[in-house]
């Protein structure tokens, strides 16, 4: 962050400007992403819940009739 208050300070260009803010919040994004990425992991492939299997074949005659 100091080094964008120096950019400021000393009128670097604006897109060098630009870059450092876009670079800070890239930065810090990643960071929320990384603190939150082992919650979803393990919500969306919980363990803890069994699926049911699905069978993929059809009843024959005898199945049907029964």
Known sequence: MEELVD???TDASA????????D???AKAATRIDTF???VASSVFDADAP????S??????QESEE
């Open 7 to 9: 950019l400021i300070a």
């Open 15 to 22: 897109s060098d400007v630009s870059d450092k803010i876009k």
């Open 24 to 26: 800070a919040l890239m």
């Open 37 to 39: 990425k082992q919650n």
């Open 51 to 54: 699926e049911e299997e699905v």
């Open 56 to 61: 993929d074949e059809q009843p024959t005659e």
